[in-house]
Nanobody
Framework: EVQLVESGGGLVQPGGSLRLSCATSGFPFGASTMTWVRQAPGKGLEWVSYMYSGGSIIKYADAVKGRFTISRDNAKNTLYLQLNSLKTEDTAMYYC??????????????RGQGTQVTVSS
C-alpha cells in the first residue's frame, strides 16, 4: 500500500520558516520523481517544486523560487521542503506527490493527506 504522510506544517509569522517532511512507503521512492504541491483556500492545486530521483533535476515554481528548497533522503524514503521568508500568500495545504507535474493533471498525482501551513501575523 502506498503511503505518503506529510508533517511539519503550522502557524508562522510572515518572514518565518518551516520545514515540511513527507514520509513514504509502499513504492520505489528512490526511483521516483517527487513533487510538492499546494492548495490555497478557494484555489486549485499548484505545483511548488519537484525533484528527480537522483536529484539531477530540481524545479521550483516562480512564486517560491529563492525561498523554498526541496530535498530528499532516499535511505529514509523521505521528502523535505524547507520554507523560508514565508509570505501570507504561501498559506495553503501542502502535499507531497509521486511523479512530476508535466503531462498529467496535478490532481491525478498520488498524494498524501497534506499538512497545513498558515502564514499570519
Amino acid at each position: 500500500e502506498v503511503q505518503l504522510v506529510e508533517s511539519g506544517g503550522g502557524l508562522v509569522q510572515p518572514g518565518g520558516s518551516l520545514r515540511l517532511s513527507c514520509a513514504t512507503s509502499g513504492f520505489p521512492f528512490g526511483a521516483s520523481t517527487m513533487t510538492w504541491v499546494r492548495q490555497a483556500p478557494g484555489k486549485g492545486l499548484e505545483w511548488v517544486s519537484y525533484m528527480y530521483s537522483g536529484g539531477s533535476i530540481i524545479k521550483y515554481a516562480d512564486a517560491v523560487k529563492g525561498r523554498f528548497t526541496i530535498s530528499r533522503d532516499n535511505a529514509k524514503n523521505t521528502l523535505y521542503l524547507q520554507l523560508n521568508s514565508l509570505k501570507t500568500e504561501d498559506t495553503a495545504m501542502y502535499y507531497c506527490a509521486i511523479g512530476r507535474p508535466q503531462g498529467v493533471p496535478i490532481a491525478a498525482l498520488t498524494r498524501g493527506q497534506g499538512t497545513q501551513v498558515t502564514v499570519s501575523s
